[in-house]
C-alpha cells in the first residue's frame, strides 16, 4: 500500500515537504522591497509562500552576481548552503573529488579534514556535500544561529580558499594515488572516491543505468558519470583537477541559500565583507549538452563482471526515452511528467501488471531522472531474460498507446492534494532544511529559476485531469517519441576475478618498469604520505570552528502529559500535544504467542500489505487514493521492541502508524480495519506473486548494497532485539520467500490457509496496544471513536511462545559481487562489563574523529567509518572499505589509542567531542514527533529524568572518563564478533579468518 504510494510522493511532493513549526507565531512578509541593496546585494524578487509560510527573497550580488536566496520561516533547525554549477565533462569524477577535495582545509581553517572536524566537535545537526549529474552543493545546518554563522564561514572559506590548490597530497587521499608500503609489497591504488565508486557502480542494477545514460546521451556529457567511473579515475591528473576547479569556484557561477528563523543581515554581510568582494563579475553560461534525438531506437548491449558461480542468465532491461530540454519543456510539462511515470510505477497499473504477466524478468520498476538537462525516462526489468528484449519493448510500447487512449485512474493524484495539508499541519522536520536547499539548488541549476512554486503547477495540472493532461504528456514524452534506447546488462560470471587479475598484473609490470631508485622514492612518499595524513588537528582549529559551548545550551526536554486507560478491552496511551487539527496514532500488536513461522508468514503478510493489496470493501485504487487522502505515513512493519537494558529479552511485534486529522477518526478506524482484517488474500496469486518479485528485487539491491544486512547478522550475534530483525528482515526470510514462491506455484491454496490463520490470531484486542498524540479535544474524539475499531478485533487469547532465533557464527564473511568490502565489529557492553552511560558516545565522537577516520578512511581509502553505541551494543562498521584486514585491526585498537590520547587531551578540545554528542542527542523536531518522541519513551518505561540524564552525562563527560573507557575498550575489543562483506577472492585470502562464509545470491 505505502509503499508504492511513497514513490508517487518522491517524485510528486519533493517541493512539498519543506514545511515549517515553532511555538512561535508565523513570520510576517519581511519590510524589504525589490531594489533594496543590503551589504553589497540588491533585492530581485520576494515572494510568500503561505503553506509553508516562507518569506523567499532572492538576491543578487553587485560586485559579482552571485545569487543568494532567503527562505525565512519558523524552523529553528537552520541551513546554508552553496551551490556550483558543475558539468561533467567526463567519467573521471573530477566534480566529486574537488567536492572532497576542498573540505580538506582552507586557508583560514588549515584542518586537513574540515567535514570530520566539523561534524564531530561542534553543535550542528547536519553536515555534507553532494556531487549531482550538473551541480555541487555544500548543505550544513544547526539548531544555533551563531553556530550556523560560523559554518558558512567555514564552508565559504573551504570552497574559495581550500589548501587544495597548494597541496597536492588533499587530492591523492580523496581521489587517487599509488602506494608501496615497502619494497616488497604489491603497487596498489588507493583513494576515498575511487574506492566510493567501485563501491557505487558494484551492483548490475546501477551499471545498467549508467549504462542506459550512456546510449541515450551518446553525443553529451548528460551521460558521463559525475560520481567517477574507476578506470578513468585511474588516469586523472592533479592539473586537471585544479583547472577544473578553477573553471567552476566562483562566485558568478554560485547560488547561496539561507534557511530557517534567522537574522540574514549579518550573514550577508559576512559573505561580501569576507569573501565576494575580492571577486569580480565573470560571465558563465552552461553548456547545457543538448542531445540530438535519434530517428530510431538505439540497442546496445553491455558486459557487468559477476563473480564465478553467478547466474549468467540473469540481466538488466532497460528501456530508455529522453526528453528535450526542461527549460524548453516547460515547468508544467515536468511536473505532469513525474506524475505521469509515478501513476505508471504503480503496481496495479495496467503495465506492470502486463509486464508482470509476460514473466521476461522477475521485477520491474519505471523512473525518471530529472537531474539531468534533458529529463530521462527508464524501464527497467531486472533478473531479466535478455533474449525478451524486443518484447519487453513492445509490452511497453502497447501498454502506453493504451494509457492514452483509455486514460488513467487519476483519483489518487487528487487524494495526493491532502499530502500538503497533512505537511503544513505537522510542522517541520528535521530534514525541512536539506529538503528545502536542495529543491531551490536542482530548480536553480536545472530551469534558473530557485523559487518556482511546485504546489500552484501542481494545482494546476489537477484542475485539469479530466482534460486529459496527464495522457498528452505521455502521448507527447514516450508515445511518440524516437528518443530512446533499449539497452541490455548481462552479468559475466567470472569477469569480476579476471578484472582484479588484469589490474593486479598491470600494477606488477608497472613496479617492475620501475628503478630501484623510484621504488625507494614510491615508498618514502608513501611513508611521508602516511605521517602527513596521520597528524592530528590542534585544538587552537578545532575551537576556532566553534561558535557556542555546552554552558550556552541549557538541558531541557518538555514534560508531557501522559495517562493510560482502556478503550474497548485495549490499552490506550495518550500524551498531549500543542497541535490542533491533527494526531500521530501508533498500533503495537504483540507477536509473542505466534510461531517462528507464523512470524516470517505475518511479515509476508505485512509487505503484502505495504506494496499495496484490494480488500473486501474496497478496490486496490480505493485503497490507494484512501490511504494517501487519510493516513499519512501509514505504514505496516514487524519489528521488535527490547524488554531489558541489557538487551536480553525482547518480543516481535507488527507496528501500524499514520498521521490523521482529528474529525476522521472513525473514517481512518474503519479504512486501518479494512487493510488489516480484510485484505484480499484469496488473490494470492496476483498480490503474493507481485510482492515476491518486489522482495527479490530488494535483496539483489540489499546482497549489491550489504551493510544493512550485515549489520543485522553482526549485532543479532549478541542482541535478542536484532536477532528478531536479522531474522524478519535477513537471510531467514529471504531463504522463506524462495520457499513460499514454490510453494504458491504448487500449493496456493495452502499459502492462503496459513496466511489467513496468521492474521487472524496476530490482531487481537488483547495483543493490542494504541500510542495516540494530539490535543485534548482530539484525544476524546479518538476515545469516542475507537470502540469501532476495537470491536472489530477477535477477543482470543494464546499462549506464549518461546523463539529459538538463529545466532549467526562469531565471526562470519558474506560474499557478493563488488571489489569493495564492508566491516561490521559488534559487542555486547553488558557482558563485558561496561555500564549504561551516555558518556559512550563521547567517547565514540573522539574514536571516529581522531582515530577511525583518519586510519580507515583518510589514509586506508574507505569511503565510511562510525562508531557508535545503540542500545547494548557497541559497533564499528566500515563502509566501501578496500583492505577489512586492516580495518579490523585498526578497530581492535581502540583501546591502546584512548590511553595515549590522556596525553594530549584537554579539557577544551573534550568539550568539542561533547558538544557533537549533544547535539546527536538533542535533534531538531516539531511539537507531534516530540509528544510521540515522550510517550513511546514512557511505554518502553524511559523516564523524562532518564532522558535528561543522557544530556547530563554527556556534560558531565571527563578526562578521566577517557581512562575508564579504555579499559572497558580492552575488554570489548578481546570479545567481540564481526561480519565481512568482500568478493569471494578476496575472503578466500584470509578465510582462516571466518567460522563461515555465506554467497550472497
Known sequence: MKKRVYLILVA?????????????????????????????????????????????????????????????????????????NTIAENDKGINHIIEHSVLGGSKKYPSKNILFDVSNTTYNSFVNAFTYKNMTVYPICSKSEEQLLKSADIYLDSVFNPLLLSDKRIFEREGLRLELKDESSDLIYNGIVYNEMQGSLGSIESAAVSNASKAIFPDSHQGNISGGDPDAIRTLTYEEVLKTYKKNYHPSNCLIVLYGDLEYKAFLKMIDKDYLSSYNKKNYKADRGTQKAFKKLAEKTYSFPAAKG??????????????????????????????????????????????????IAESYSIGIDTTTYQPTIHFIAQNADASKKKEFYNIIVKELKAVVKKGFDTDLVRSSLRTMEFEQALGSTEGSAVNAIIQACLYDDIFGDSQIDYSSYYEKIVSKLDKKVL?????????????????????????????????????????????????????????????????????DILKSLRAVSLKDITSEIKEREIKETTVGGVKLVTAMADIPSVSAIRMNFNLSHLTMEELLYLKFYSDMLSYGMATKNRTEGQILSESTEKLYSGLPSVG??????????????????????????????????????????????????????????????MFAEPLSLAAYRALAYTSQTYRYYNYLNGLDYYNFIQKLEKNLASNPDEVVKKLSEVR????????????????????????????????????????????????????????????VQYVISNSSMSENGVPTSAKINVITSILNNLMLTPEIRLKGGAYGVTAFAENDNYVTYTYRDSNYVNSLAVIGGTDEFLLNTQSFMTEDALESYKMTAY??????????????????????????QDRLNVLNEIKDTSLADISTYAD??????????????????????????????????
Request: charged share 25%; glycine share 4%.
Open 640 to 701: 521488535a521492541i527490547m524488554e531489558d537494558d541489557k538487551d536480553t529479552k525482547a518480543y516481535p511485534v507488527i507496528t501500524f502508524s499514520y498521521y490523521g486529522f482529528k474529525n476522521e477518526y472513525k473514517d481512518t478506524f474503519d479504512l486501518v480495519s479494512d487493510i488489516l482484517l480484510n485484505s484480499d488474500i484469496e488473490n494470492i496469486t496476483t498480490y503474493g506473486s507481485r510482492t515476491i518479485s518486489n522482495l527479490k528485487s530488494y535483496y539483489q539491491y
Open 12 to 84: 510528486v511532493f519533493l517541493c512539498l515537504s519543506v514545511v515549517l513549526g515553532s511555538s512561535r507565531s508565523a513570520l510576517a512578509k519581511e519590510n524589504v522591497k525589490k531594489g533594496d541593496k543590503i551589504s553589497g546585494f540588491t533585492v530581485k524578487n520576494i515572494d510568500y509562500d503561505a503553506p509553508t509560510s516562507s518569506t523567499e527573497i532572492l538576491f543578487e550580488h553587485e560586485k559579482t552576481g552571485a545569487k543568494l536566496l532567503v527562505i525565512q520561516n519558523n524552523d529553528i533547525n537552520r541551513g546554508f548552503a552553496i551551490k556550483f
Open 919 to 944: 547535539a546527536a542527542a538533542s535533534p531538531s523536531s516539531n511539537e507531534i514527533t516530540d509528544a510521540m518522541v515522550a510517550l513511546q519513551s514512557y511505554y518502553l518505561g524511559i523516564s523524562l
Open 760 to 819: 487472524t490470531k496476530a490482531f487481537t484486542k488483547n495483543n493490542l496496544d494504541v500510542l495516540f498524540v494530539g490535543g485534548s479535544n482530539a484525544q476524546a474524539a479518538f476515545q469516542d471513536a475507537m470502540p469501532d475499531f476495537t470491536s472489530k478485533l477477535p477477543d482470543e487469547k494464546y499462549e506464549k511462545v518461546t523463539h529459538n532465533l538463529p545466532v549467526p557464527s562469531k565471526r562470519e564473511a558474506l560474499t557478493n559481487n563488488s571489489t
Open 310 to 359: 553467478t547466474d549468467s542468465n540473469k540481466a538488466v532491461i532497460d528501456l530508455v526515452f529522453a526528453c528535450s530540454d526542461s527549460k524548453k519543456m516547460g515547468f508544467e510539462d515536468y511536473v505532469g511528467l513525474n506524475i505521469a511515470i509515478s501513476l505508471l510505477n504503480l503496481d496495479n497499473s495496467e503495465l506492470k501488471k502486463a509486464l508482470m504477466d509476460s514473466k
Open 471 to 539: 495522457e498528452k504528456t505521455v502521448d507527447k514524452y514516450l508515445v511518440k517519441n524516437n528518443f530512446a534506447a533499449l539497452t541490455v546488462t548481462e552479468a559475466k560470471p567470472g569477469l569480476l576475478e579476471k578484472n582484479q587479475k588484469a589490474l593486479e598484473e598491470s600494477l606488477a609490470k608497472m613496479k617492475a618498469s620501475m628503478s630501484k631508485k623510484e621504488i625507494k622514492a614510491l615508498v618514502k612518499k608513501t611513508e611521508d604520505f602516511n605521517t602527513w595524513n596521520n597528524q592530528e588537528t590542534p585544538d
Open 968 to 1001: 572497558y575498550m580492552e575488554k570489548i575489543n578481546g570479545n567481540s564478533n564481526y561480519v565481512v562483506v568482500a568478493s569471494p577472492s578476496e575472503i578466500e585470502k584470509n578465510k582462516s579468518m571466518f567460522d563461515k562464509v555465506i554467497p550472497l545470491q
